[in-house]
């Protein structure tokens, strides 16, 4: 039987309304970063909106053997990320591969 591996890849467009500079939007998208990689154990990327004091666009992707695994971890990156008081998630646009 030949390993299946299913991949799942989040696009999550997040306001930081309490940003004032790149410098205090770099803080707050640094701590969300390293919190959903060790909470998730997922690859997190900031792709979009990168000049942009109160926007940004994170990428995140999983890989799984299961389907089901893959589905559920990025739903609760998404759930994680509108628990953090300091982004508003504006979308979450997820692709499987």
Do not use: C
């Not at 803080?27 to 959903?36: E, F, M, P, Y």
């Not at 909106?49 to 799984?64: E, H, I, M, P, Y």
């Amino acid at each position: 039987m030949t390993p299946t591996v299913h991949l799942g890849v989040l696009l999550l467009e997040l306001h930081i309304p309490d940003s004032q500079s790149l410098k205090a939007k770099r803080k707050v998208i640094l701590s969300l970063k390293t919190r959903i990689r060790n909470k998730f154990n997922v690859s997190v990327a900031e792709v979009g909106d990168l000049d942009k004091w109160q926007r940004s666009v994170f990428g995140v992707s999983a890989l799984s053997g299961d389907q089901k695994i893959v589905e559920n971890m990025l739903k609760e990156v998404v759930e994680f990320a509108h628990k953090d008081f300091a982004v508003d998630v504006i979308s979450a646009k997820v692709d499987y591969l």
